[in-house]
């Protein structure tokens, strides 16, 4: 099953996460979307470990109460492998080589640092640029066949067919072509996403629209939820519940808020580090946070004053229509959508 699969037709996004099931159906074009069909389904604890689904059953029913609840008729899904299943590299090759012996020479390079037999491997590339006239970068996407396997099963498990399965990264590269600070960037400028979940961070650089850069770590937003359910005694969902809607008490504002902004820049600032210890680059021009951490109130400014770089929340639903069975909050919640999003795109390709 190619990650790179093209001209599909329509599409639901389904985006499997530690703590719910999100989905969200476009239609539109020339970047005027407009939102169908959109569906939060929560899951319960330990459905979904480390990015990696534990329960099938469970993950594939909840699927199905989703698309029951956003009344989509579409039967084509587009879902997402991300986390340590995936291996994301930009190799340069030689420009001149043909689809055969482009092949034969990712899996050569790809051999050299995946480590698992390339016969337990699923893997897909694709050109994404030229260096001059001899060399080509090309991004390649590999992971564990077992883990593309599962994601497959709960699709079908919700009387869906898994058209594609995309990698999250490339998702949210997709989906964030969407946000006005992309559209409006310079050829050179240089921008870092950051997609915060509950238990992991997903970290992608763009540079003229093209990644050139991946990487995953283990902070979230489930540390804001403990300190809030410990703080004001609540259930791990309530505490959720009232972060999402901002119905918390004032001394919220003043207690727990600005320790957990920090925390996020401080991982920011450290996932930045990574990126410049690893690449050819000393900078970044801009900063993209999004997931439901970034509903927290002043994050924006609190990340650009610690890091020094112009910082945006990302919500690629926020110029789109609605049909009328799509309520208001799908727009408003946008901003924990990009992989969601990112994968309903594909219907467009």
Known sequence: MGLFK???PTVIGIDVTSTSVKLIELSGSDRRYKIESWAVEPLPDDAVRDKQIADVQTVGSAIRRALDRAGCKVKQAAAAVGGSAVITKVLTLPA?????????????????????????ISMDFHVVGQRGTELADVLMAACRTESVDT?????????????IIDVEA???????ALLPALRQAGADLVTALFDIGSTSTTMVVLREGRIIYTREHSFGGRGLVDSVQQRYGLSAKEAELAIRSGDL??????????DFRNSVAVQIGRLLQYFYAGSEFSRVDQIIVSGGVSALPELAPAVSS????????????????RAGRVPA?????GHSMMIACGLALRSFD
């Open 96 to 120: 001149d080589l043909n689809e055969d012996d482009l092949e034969g020479q990712v899996q050569v390079e790809a051999a050299q640092f995946i480590p698992y037999p390339l016969d337990e």
């Open 306 to 321: 610690e890091i020094g770089v112009p910082t945006f929340i990302g919500n690629p639903l926020a110029d789109m229509a």
């Open 6 to 8: 093209s001209k599909t």
């Open 329 to 333: 909050r799908a727009i408003d919640e």
């Open 170 to 176: 490339f998702a949210m590269a997709r989906a964030a």
């Open 151 to 163: 994601v497959v099963s709960v699709v079908e498990l919700a009387g869906l067919n898994a058209r």
């Open 249 to 258: 008490p004032e001394s919220f504002a003043d207690e727990i808020a600005p």
